[in-house]
């Protein structure tokens, strides 16, 4: 095979550049792998080609899209299905598209599902406590999936796969979207918040779903509900979820993605200190959970990233080829 298109590869982690360099030369690609972030700093590195793959991990700044465009990139493909890492409508203005790929739904799926069983059967709790070998039983029983309503907001191919997943434990399922597109029992979000006895969140993050979930719906929500989120940080407004915990109002939260957590997840923090005190907060409570943004992270959906990330890019050289 003739390898004809070069892509840069930004951000881009051991694993993933065992898998490119695995699947690229398939491909007939010549990748270049940094573990730097793309920035103006190391734009030199995508000189000579039109694609780009970056990580999700690092905001582009829009002056780094000015220097992508002038050094001739007219294409990101980011490895993952939110984008709201990048101002896409400013990349269109200086002729840069942008695309995202598509992974195994079920990594995130299984993880929700993880996630929900944890916060109801008090795991965190559970564990601290037997890790200082105090066996006694916890203050607080669980409670089964069977007895309780999962609202379920966002039922794109990850909220779908939840949906099929909670109907092998028989809870009641409720669903919110905008654009509904599968089988399920929707109902408008404020009749959802006040049913769920566990509310889910697998929304794309936008301006009109940014703080969804907020002071004011949730205190509408069920005393002692618990939310679930594997979607993106700033769906929650961090300080009303605090607040509601505080006060007693919700059962407990788990939280794959944390508002500000850009800077923070995907670092080794032990030995230095960070400027976020709400999720010091939220760490501190007993019926929090937090985890790194790792939902997604699974050998099937990091080979799906991977190839669907080389895949978008030589299909925008095809269409530049062939007009």
Known sequence: MTYTVGITVYGC??????????????????????????????????????????????????????????????????????????????????????????????????????????????????????????????????????????GVIGTGRIGAAVMDRLRGFGCRILAYDNHPATAADYVPLDELLRQSDIVTLHTPLTTDTHHLLNRQNIDEMKHGAFVINTGRGALLDTEALISALEGGKLGGVALDVVEGEEGIFYTDCRDRAFDSKALLRLQELPNVFISPHTAYYTDHALRDTVQNSLTNCLEFESRNLHG
Request: hydrophobic content about 40%; overall charge neutral; some cysteine.
């Open 13 to 150: 982690e051991q694993d993933e550049a065992v898998l490119f360099r695995e699947l690229a030369p398939r491909a007939g690609v010549v990748p270049i792998i940094t573990a730097a972030a793309v920035s103006e700093a190391t734009i030199e590195l995508a000189s000579g080609n039109r694609c780009i793959s970056v990580s999700h991990k690092t905001d582009i700044a829009n002056s780094t899209l000015r220097a992508l465009s002038r050094t001739g990139v007219s294409y990101i493909s980011t490895r993952s299905v939110g984008y709201n890492h990048i101002d896409v409508d400013y990349a269109a203005s200086v002729g840069i598209s942008v695309g995202n790929v598509a992974y195994s739904p079920d990594s995130v799926a299984d993880y929700t599902l993880m996630l929900m069983l944890m916060a109801v059967r008090s795991a965190k709790a559970t564990v601290r406590r037997t890790d200082v070998h105090d066996y006694r039983l916890n203050d607080v029983r669980g409670k089964e999936l069977r007895d309780l309503t999962v």
